[in-house]
């Protein structure tokens, strides 16, 4: 499937929630400012206005439109999961020592660690003060259970990424818990809010959790086989960083134990030398890992598409399906 810039389903998604992502960015900006601490909004601002495509509060916008909701707390519900997924990129900075985020210097590289992470805390807060406010204790126990899936999932990355005994199990575990715990999350709160059948929460549960993890396993091929200027990393980046993503971890799977041998020093002891990406990528190439690890992200992205079958026909849920093709598309 070819899809033209000018018809990017995200891009057709923001188009058609205008006006609500107008009213969130107009409630994220009110709410992360601070009366006493000039530096929180400064670092923020950075980063939420530095042009991230704000997929996750439109998620929430478009399963709440999809349920026909005609209140207003979409709005606070929208702004509370970019504030969520803010607080844990500014973390993930500090974490990784990363310099570099949606092609600009990090927070943590222009002020320091200590800012990053604070504010980091100080939106995780602001996220649970707007979740409050719509009087859910549902909604209130699914983006809470969200934020903590996502902390649990970062730690168990710690141990996991640069360890040779972490198979497709544990890696699907760290993805769920990193990326898509908050993108069913978003989705799902979108139909609760609006009083949906079980049904369709669950069907919109379901697509958010399937599509993250599409998302997560094509950014992890991406980082070998992608663009760089479109990806804004350079080819390699995980492997030089020692992250044991799916691609490496069905070559580790396969290895001959002189093969196991070369992943042990490159990515779990970080003993790497010049030509030791274009080996790896050799046996990713020897055993067919890049083509399997597209096939599994092909796989999540139709589940992603067979979940909306339980929703209402609308114009939006063809947008959400055409979401989960596009992913995958990137790939081809």
């Known amino acids: 499937m070819t899809i033209s810039a000018a018809t990017k389903p995200h891009d057709q998604l923001a188009e058609t929630l205008a006006q609500e992502m107008s009213a969130v960015n107009g409630l994220i900006r009110q709410r992360m400012a601070s009366e006493h601490a000039p530096r929180i909004p400064e670092v923020t601002a950075h980063l939420v206005e530095a042009g991230g495509k704000r997929l996750r509060p439109m998620l929430t916008l478009a399963a709440a439109r999809l349920c026909g909701y005609a209140g207003s707390y979409h709005i606070h519900l929208a702004a509370t999961v970019e504030f969520i997924h803010t607080a844990t990129l ?37 996220s649970f003060q707007l979740m409050v406010e719509t009087g859910s204790l549902r909604v209130l126990d699914i983006l809470s259970n969200a934020a903590a899936t996502i902390a649990e999932g970062e730690v168990l990355q710690l141990t996991a ?31 609760v809010i609006s009083n949906a059948p079980a049904s369709q929460i669950e069907a919109l549960h379901q697509y958010g959790d399937a599509l993250g ?6 950014d992890d091929l991406l980082d070998y086989q992608g663009d760089s200027s479109a990806t804004g990393k350079n080819v390699g980046d995980d492997f030089r960083e020692r992250k044991l993503t799916l691609p ?79 992913v995958v598309a990137r790939l081809t």
């Not at 990424?161 to 715990?181: P, S, W």
């Not at 993890?213 to 094509?218: E, H, L, N, Y």
């Open 161 to 191: 990424a640069q360890n040779l005994a972490t198979d497709e199990a544990i890696y699907l575990q760290v993805v769920r818990g990193k990326t898509a715990a908050l993108f069913s999350a978003a989705t799902e709160v979108g139909g």
């Open 90 to 126: 500014l973390h993930d900075d500090v974490v990784d020592e990363s310099g570099q985020r949606r092609g600009r210097p990090t927070a943590n590289l222009l002020w320091d660690n200590k800012s990053s992470v604070l504010v980091g805390d100080y939106l995780f807060a602001r």
């Open 213 to 218: 993890i599409a998302f997560q396993i094509a």
């Open 248 to 326: 490496v971890i069905k070559a580790v799977a396969r290895a001959t134990p002189e093969e196991r041998a070369f992943w042990r020093r490159t990515i779990e002891l970080g003993q790497q030398r010049d030509g030791d990406l274009e080996t790896a990528m050799g046996l990713m190439r020897k055993y067919g890992t890049l083509e399997a690890t597209r096939a599994d992200a092909r796989a999540w992205a139709d589940k992603a598409r067979r979940a909306l079958q339980a929703l209402p026909d609308d114009p939006i849920r063809d947008m959400l399906s055409d979401l989960a093709d596009y």
